[in-house]
């Protein structure tokens, strides 16, 4: 049976489950094919000749935190920029988010940045680029963000697809390998989990809690998990 490869390295249990749950649900994926891979456990060898596709959620580890990481971050950063480079060197069905983005720009030669960063909040997005992917969606559309560091410019080699204000949200490499600044399987319960869960983790100020929450329940987000489920459908991972 050929796999679906879905790989996360948050080592809160219950971010973790609801992240793949998410996934799958907005997916609407296969789980008797899905191959799951939490680096917070184990680092195994990376073998694609099964795989028809490959998903990453977000974590803890940071692409620019060059001195100073911990070790299982930094071994969780070597992982994932080895396996980005095969994907892209073979053109494999890829939709990498938040870290998933980190590692294309690495593969690629490029550098994530400290200080492009925004809260764990609803984001406005700007489609940029023409793709099958983002076809028919609003030109504008609200996704849900969070994260310590970004990109200014889409790295060499890469399609620009969607920006905020602040950075590059959507790349897209070759034909099949696309990376997201923002969380396409979030929604605003699953916002609402990881702002109690990180309030203490510097991606925003303890007090925002209550109101990042309401912003979050008041947003409308429903572009973001389309895309999710146009990837799946695509490459045929859905149940």
Partial sequence: MRQILIVQSRPEDEVAEAELEAMLRFGRLDQARVQRVRLDRERPPIELDTVDAVLIGGGPANFSDEHGRPRAHAETITWLTDLATRVIRDDIPYLGACLGLGAVVHALGGRMVRGIAESVAPVELSLVGQDWLTDGLPRAFTAFGGHKEGIAEAPEGSTLLAVSAACVHMVRIGQHVVATQFHPELDADGLE????????????????????????????????????????????LQR
């Fill in 193 to 236: 989990q990881r702002i109690r869960v990180y309030r203490d983790h510097g991606y925003f100020s303890p007090e925002e809690v209550d109101d990042l929450i309401a912003a979050g329940r008041a947003a409308h987000v429903e572009h973001p998990q389309a895309i999710l489920a146009r990837f799946a459908e695509r490459y045929g």
